[in-house]
């Protein structure tokens, strides 16, 4: 039997339905960071963003109250990237990912081949014995154990770390605070690693799904082949896009009508929503306009907002107001959905 193909339509709704932005959900930080996949979170506060935009009634307190708690993480995890996981998540996906990591660190860091990691985590393992550490004083201790900087750059990759509030949060936001993951959230054994790689492409597909292997293999970093190993274990359904990609996909997970409304919202920086392969399946950063948010001349990229399920412009608080910059002219009733969204997002930056 030929599988059913889903339009372009479809399948941005499926990932505006599974990353919680057709309709806010009454979920915790916690439950909503393992229903989107993570959050990526490069800049502390498009955390607080992301959430915002898709949970009813979220305040800032919330998410700094379930990282003081130790409900949610900010860690290394997908791709050497920091992201938001929940604690439970954090070491099953960590271990998912740790080879295929260690092997594009010893790749891609100049003199990474050489160095004797495994020694440099114990260094800062005997560091971190007594509590956390900014992360200046690792660097300290690691060179005067005679290993470079840049040995710091991929410890977390041998010694599970995590960013100790209030370091990475909305007041604090740079994440230069660690900690012992093992300490922290008492954790002491690995997993069992193909639990862990089903836990990943379930969340992955959940997440962000239908998908191609290719489109979980870039998530995770993982080789294609190490993909499709892995989905092969699970019990898929499957599509095929409109260029007849296959697609596989978790039984029963929301499929919405192509043409089910798209709410405006506001999105922060890096929000992996806008990334990988989902993001150019469904087209919802039009390539005419993907310059405007990611480039080689930004360090960062721009917060967007949404109209129609499509990033429509960007947006920048003010100290004041949310400013935003439509790529074109917003039709009226665009303009005032946008228009109120943004005195809401104004009133979160001021009051929390």
Request: net charge positive; with cysteine; aromatic share 8%.
């Amino acid at each position: 039997m030929s599988e059913r193909v889903l339009s372009r339509e479809r399948l941005l709704r499926a990932l505006l339905a599974r990353q919680l932005l057709l309709e806010r959900a009454p979920l915790t930080p916690e439950r909503a960071v393992e229903r989107v996949g993570l959050l990526q979170t490069q800049h502390a506060p498009s955390a607080y963003l992301g959430l915002w935009s898709r949970l009813a009634g979220f305040r800032r307190a919330d998410l700094t109250d379930a990282l003081h708690r130790r409900r949610v993480v900010q860690a290394w995890v997908m791709r050497c990237t920091i992201h938001m996981a929940s604690a439970a998540d954090f070491g099953p996906l960590s271990d998912a990912v740790r080879a295929q990591r260690r092997a594009l660190f010893r790749r891609t860091t100049p003199g990474a081949a050489d160095l004797d990691m495994p020694a440099a985590a114990a260094v800062v393992r005997d560091l971190l014995a007594d509590g956390p550490l900014r992360q200046s004083e690792i660097v300290d201790g690691l060179l005067a154990a005679g290993f470079p900087k840049a040995a710091f750059t991929g410890i977390q990759l041998w010694l599970d770390l995590v960013r100790v509030p209030p370091a990475g949060t909305w007041e604090l936001p740079r994440a230069h605070v660690y900690g012992l993951a093992s300490t922290w959230l008492r954790r002491s054994a690995p997993v069992d690693l193909a639990a862990a790689e089903e836990r990943l492409a379930t969340r992955y597909l959940r997440g962000f799904g239908p998908a191609t292997p290719g489109d979980l293999a870039r998530y995770a970093g993982w080789t294609i082949t190490e993909a499709k190993a892995v989905l092969e274990r699970l019990t898929l359904r499957r599509f095929r896009d409109p260029d007849g990609r296959l697609l596989l996909d978790l039984p029963r997970a929301p499929l919405p009508d192509a043409d089910a409304p798209t709410p405006v919202r506001f999105l922060g920086r890096f929000d992996a929503v806008l990334l990988l392969g989902h993001a150019t399946r469904t087209q919802i950063l039009p390539a005419e306009h993907r310059h405007h948010v990611f480039a080689t001349t930004k360090p960062q990229s721009v917060p967007t907002f949404l109209v129609d399920g499509r990033v429509a412009g960007t947006w920048r608080f003010t100290g004041e107001d949310v400013e935003v910059s439509p790529f074109a002219p917003l039709a009226p009733a665009a303009r005032d959905e946008v228009d109120a969204e943004a005195r809401r997002l104004a009133e979160f930056h001021r009051t929390g």
